[in-house]
């Protein structure tokens, strides 16, 4: 019976789940002095992809990491989790300032793109399938590292966010900063956002990333004007016009906007839903190309 015990026991312990969120200090250039964690499961598929999941003002890495199931979706699909975080202006992303909304000149972007080429480098991840996603702030930032950095990233979703460039010049991106046109909604021309982002990165010719939009209509903090502005934004940069409305998917609340064939911009806006809008795990792995 002991041994019997015994074996059960050694069996247990090969099959658990040991990987666990590890804090990285070492990364490369960090000019804004913000944090890696990242989330490697046991089990790694050859070259993996990486998903970068950016947290809300207020929040912190840690606590994104719990936020979602993204973490048990690794683990069945071997990718692996990058969670920056930011300890700065109350813990929400730097989307104000022309470091981060210029590609290769500082800031919160670069900092998290250098996670990633930590991350490409040590685990031997697949350049080609780095993806972006985040909430709130998180989600504003996700914007922004799609302008800025198209080189890096294969696609991103937002949730509850703001276009590229909407704090452009603002002295603050937080919720208690004076300046809050942006967030109210600020509009401008599908053409006018556009060259927000082709400024951004001035002379880049290649492909730029697919993007998925979702936001509540609810939410009185990020106006859903936010998330059509966002929409008129990369409509212009994908040149995918909008097609159609889909309701009730991916449930009954959300009405979904497909734009061209659907496979390069995708609009998801939630009846009820406040802020912040949740996230669909099995919808966002398949727009990104990780699960069928």
Known sequence: MLLRN????????????CASLQQVTNF??????????????????????????????GGTATQWFS???????????????????TPNMSNCWDVNNAASLTHGKGGDAQGIVNMVNYTITKYGADSARIYIMGTSSGAMM????????PDVFEA??????????????????????ANQT??????????EWGNFVRNSYSGYTG??????????????????QCAAEALKQWSNVLDVPFGRNVSG????????????????????????VGHTAPVNEQQLLKFFGITS
């Open 6 to 17: 015994l074996f059960g026991l050694a069996a247990a312990a090969t099959t658990c789940f």
């Open 28 to 57: 490369g250039d960090n000019p804004t002095k913000i944090n890696m964690y990242i989330y490697v499961p046991d089990k790694l598929a050859a070259k993996p992809a990486v998903i970068v999941a950016l947290h809300g003002c």
């Open 67 to 85: 936020g979602t199931k993204l973490p048990s979706y690794a683990n069945s699909n071997g990718f692996i989790l990058v969670y920056p975080g």
């Open 142 to 149: 996700t914007n922004v590292l799609a302008g800025s950095y």
């Open 156 to 177: 991103g979703a937002a949730y509850s966010g703001t276009a590229h460039a909407c704090f452009a010049g603002s002295p603050s991106a937080t919720p208690f900063g």
């Open 182 to 191: 942006c967030a109210q909604g600020l509009q401008h021309t599908p053409q």
């Open 207 to 224: 492909r730029r990333p697919r993007m998925q939009i979702v936001h509540g209509l609810a939410d009185t903090l990020v106006r859903p």
């Open 249 to 272: 998917f991916p449930s009954a609340a959300y009405t979904q906007m497909v734009y061209g064939d659907g496979t390069k911009l995708l609009g998801f806006f939630g009846q009820g």
